[in-house]
């Protein structure tokens, strides 16, 4: 059996201010992106991408992440208690954000971007969509050394004790969520656009992949207690994970008709 280590929330302690953990792992996500998309252009030259775009990418991305994030949780999970205590929606220090409602926040901050742009929408998130997942690897650890969102009870042996929920051995969700959602979803998603794709191919095997990994993951992650599971037994990541699994197929389905 596994003790989960106290970690203290704040990184590094700069007499009354704080720099914390949770705040390292987004500027790890954004600096990951910009390294990767930098190499990916130096090696596709004719991708139509410069430097530039990359760094507008990054700051409209964000926007979307931060914001749709928030939102995403205020709707998708607390509604009834935000709208009793609207001021607390800014509250982000608080905690509570949603990936779902960062997705969404991103797809509509590319949108804007590409338009703005004169780039074709589904092409931008093709190039995107491979350099996501390491943002999702170091947001996990980041939920894991702040010790939330842990996972349900269980008997496997490397269980591990969360001290500041109870005594009983738990999954490593988290890290589990990690490694699928990460490091897994990351080789996957960069192999496969190694080599030219149909397009929305590449958003489309995004969308099956996150989808998948955090449908099935979350069976080993304990309910919101907020909310607990939903219809069918499922919780309301799930709910959420099925739609894009199924956009993703259809996705992937027609871009691959159109090259038949």
């Known amino acids: 059996m596994l ?30 992106f910009l390294f990767l998309a930098r190499w990916r252009i130096r090696q596709f030259p004719h991708s139509g991408w410069t430097d530039k775009h990359i760094d507008d990418m ?38 509570g954000m949603s990936f779902h409602g960062g997705f969404l926040g991103v797809l509509v901050a590319m949108l804007w971007f590409a338009r703005k742009e004169g780039k074709p929408w589904l092409a931008l998130m093709d190039f995107i969509a491979p350099l996501v997942p390491p943002g999702l690897a170091a947001g996990r650890m980041g939920n894991f050394i702040n010790g939330e969102l842990w996972g349900r009870a269980t008997d496997v042996p ?39 794709r149909p397009v929305g191919a590449v958003s489309g095997l995004f969308l099956i992949g ?44 027609k871009s691959l008709k159109k090259t038949a």
């Open 158 to 196: 490397w269980g591990m004790v969360f001290p500041q929920v109870d005594n009983i051995p738990r999954h490593p969700s988290q890290l589990y969520e990690f490694g699928l959602e990460g490091i897994v979803l990351f080789l996957i998603l960069w192999i496969y656009s190694s080599k030219p």
């Open 3 to 32: 003790i989960h280590p106290h970690f203290d929330p704040v990184a590094i302690h700069l007499g009354s201010f704080g720099i914390h953990w949770y705040g390292l792992m987004y500027l790890t996500a954004f600096m990951a």
């Open 58 to 95: 990054l700051f409209y991305g964000a926007l979307g992440v931060v914001l749709g994030g928030r939102l995403g949780y205020v709707l998708f999970y607390q509604p009834s208690y935000f709208m009793a205590h609207p001021a607390e929606i800014l509250a982000v220090w608080q905690g």
């Open 210 to 253: 996150y989808g998948s990994f955090r449908f099935l993951l979350e069976y080993t992650r304990e309910p919101d207690g907020y909310l607990g599971l939903l219809a069918l037994g499922f919780s309301m990541g799930q709910w959420l994970s099925l739609p894009m699994v199924l956009v993703g197929i259809w996705m992937m389905r």
